[in-house]
């Protein structure tokens, strides 16, 4: 078991940092899903085909702490919940690194390749602390009492997925508010208007005013996968169900909600070639870019927008079309959001709020690495080199954990 954790609960050291956007999946085969396994293809190399006792072992080598590890499985195993080795590692860098986000959202679709909303809710109730009071006598007899807080230190956040049928939202919310509320989270709700066939411009209104009346917190990707262009189940384009811009009406009309924009749109040079080439301009990234200049509840995170100063490799390099490389296809949007991080919003007090205050922590891990993220995280906090991201004061993943706060 671990030691428990020092810290004396009633003055938290920090204020905490939260990844919104954390894919929870895990496998539909029942072998890999016994031994942890993922295969998807956008996994992370690290984590692909690796299994929960093959990730631990490797970790294990590099250095970390076994007893962590077994001990986040412990809980995973109690809770009745697949032991997948990406989210055994955010948790433990949540657990044991300074410089990782301490809060993960767990998002699901509703697909049968990731948690149900269900699961969620039970990885959320395993990594919940308790405190326990010890009594001490000192050397010269007095009595004193000491809180101390037990076991692993993490808080995950628990969604459910978009249902297009408000009724059925409803049904959701009154799980999932009470469960998250009770560690004073808000409910989060998460699209993903590709993978779900849905039209972000075509989600009735009901939905809105079911999230409006839960306080929620809308997750939607926006943007298009890398692939090549697809349609929707009823012959829509893609690159016109993901745009962000359809976001804009609910904004205005329900201010109960945030919406936060996954991907800011998801910019890619390749993608806006190809429908340029179509005669069809892109304006996936200036929309979000105008959405959160404009809307006190739009937010934007930048999963998988990579910093462009060069790493190794062929970093950077021309890329056909068929290739996947979002790191190379996405610096130029990265730079940017970057360049643009102090002009004034334009809503509210004049030149109180920043662009920055609109960007928050969403690393589309496993798609990522952490050592990117970490980086990602510097560059668009202050660009404090040396300093660790836990002292970058309102950076991003900061925001994240406020934004995720129930009202
Ligand atoms: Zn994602």
Redesign the pocket.
Same mark, same amino acid.
């Given at each position: 078991m671990l030691e428990p954790v020092k810290d004396d609960v009633s003055t938290p050291l920090f204020e905490p940092m939260a990844d919104l =956007?954390l =894919?929870a999946v895990k496998s539909t085969n029942e072998e890999d899903l016994k031994a942890g396994t993922v295969t998807d293809s956008w996994v992370s190399s690290e984590y692909r085909g690796v299994s929960t006792e093959e990730f631990v072992d490797a970790k294990t080598k590099e250095g970390c702490s076994q007893d962590c590890l077994f001990d986040i499985i412990d809980n995973f195993h109690q809770a009745d919940l697949p032991t997948v080795p990406h989210i055994i590692d955010a948790l433990y860098h949540a657990v044991m690194d300074d410089n990782y986000p301490d809060v993960l959202t767990f998002?699901t679709i509703g697909t049968p390749s990731c948690f149900t909303m269900e699961e969620t809710i039970r990885a959320m109730e395993a990594f919940q602390s308790d405190t326990i009071t010890s009594a001490k006598i000192s050397l010269k007899g007095d009595l004193f009492f000491s809180k101390q807080l037990t076991g692993l230190r993490s808080d995950i956040i628990p969604t459910a997925p978009l249902n297009l049928d408000h009724r059925m939202m409803a049904k959701n919310l009154e799980t999932l508010t009470p469960a998250a509320e009770k560690y004073g989270y808000r409910p989060v709700v998460k699209l993903h208007p590709l993978l779900q066939q849905v039209h972000l411009g075509r989600i009735p209104d009901d939905v809105f005013k079911v999230l409006n009346e839960h306080g929620a917190l809308l997750v939607t #990707?926006t943007g298009v996968f890398q692939g090549g262009p697809c349609t929707l189940e009823d012959g829509i384009l893609d690159i016109d169900a993901s745009d962000p811009i359809h976001m804009e009406k609910h904004a205005s009309k329900y201010s109960n909600i945030d919406i936060l924009l996954? #991907?800011m749109g998801t910019p890619d040079k390749v993608v806006e070639r190809y429908w340029l080439n179509r005669n069809k301009v892109v304006r996936h990234l200036l929309n979000a870019i105008q959405l959160l200049l404009d809307h006190p509840n739009i937010y934007g995170d930048i +999963? +998988?927008l990579m910093y462009s100063a060069p790493t190794d490799g062929n970093y950077g390099e021309e890329k056909s079309e068929t290739e996947v490389d979002f790191t190379s296809r996405s610096e130029l949007a990265f730079d940017s959001i970057a360049m643009r991080l102090n002009d004034p919003v334009r809503y509210g007090e004049k030149g109180k709020l920043l662009f920055r205050d609109k960007i928050v922590h969403g690393s589309?891990f496993p798609?990522t690495s952490i050592t990117e993220l970490k980086k990602q995280m510097r560059v668009l906090g202050t660009l404090g080199k040396g300093e660790s991201v836990r002292r970058i004061k309102n950076n991003m993943a900061h925001r994240a954990y406020k934004l995720a706060r129930k009202r």
């Open positions: =956007h =894919h998002l #990707h996954s #991907h +999963g +998988g589309d798609v």
